[in-house]
């Protein structure tokens, strides 16, 4: 089992950044491949990026490539996802989950945190 706890989120400016955390517990954090995802009213959940169990491969949606980053610290128990450029079609409800597998699916990730929220003013 592992839960998951972010924060972070708050409202910036159009071109502004943040930096989003995510805390895990229990010991087997490292057993998981990590993604953050997020969410508007009326969409579907999109993947935004995820990063493998040990931190050196991620892997990006198009549309952030170039803006965020995501890393994790494995002995901290914790991922983050920098969010910089931010643009107001980036507001949303931001995820974070973890996966035992390798996939951009939703479906595929077994834990998910509560959220948090992203706004852009522009």
């Known amino acids: 089992q592992v839960q998951l706890v972010e924060s972070g989120g708050g409202l910036v400016q159009a071109g502004g950044s943040l930096r989003l955390s995510c805390a895990a517990s229990?010991?087997?954090?490292?057993?998981?491949?990590m993604g953050w995802f997020r969410q508007t009213p009326g969409k579907e959940r999109e993947f935004v990026a995820s990063i493998n169990r040990l931190g050196d491969s991620a892997d990006y949606v198009d549309s952030v490539n170039g803006r965020f980053t995501i890393s994790r610290d494995n002995a901290k128990n914790a991922v983050y996802l920098q969010l910089n450029s931010l643009k107001p079609e980036d507001a949303a409800v931001y995820y974070c989950a973890a996966s035992r597998g390798w996939s951009r699916l939703p479906d595929t990730y077994d834990y998910w945190g509560q959220g948090t929220q992203v706004t852009v003013s522009s």
């Open positions: 229990g010991r087997t954090f490292i057993a998981y491949r």
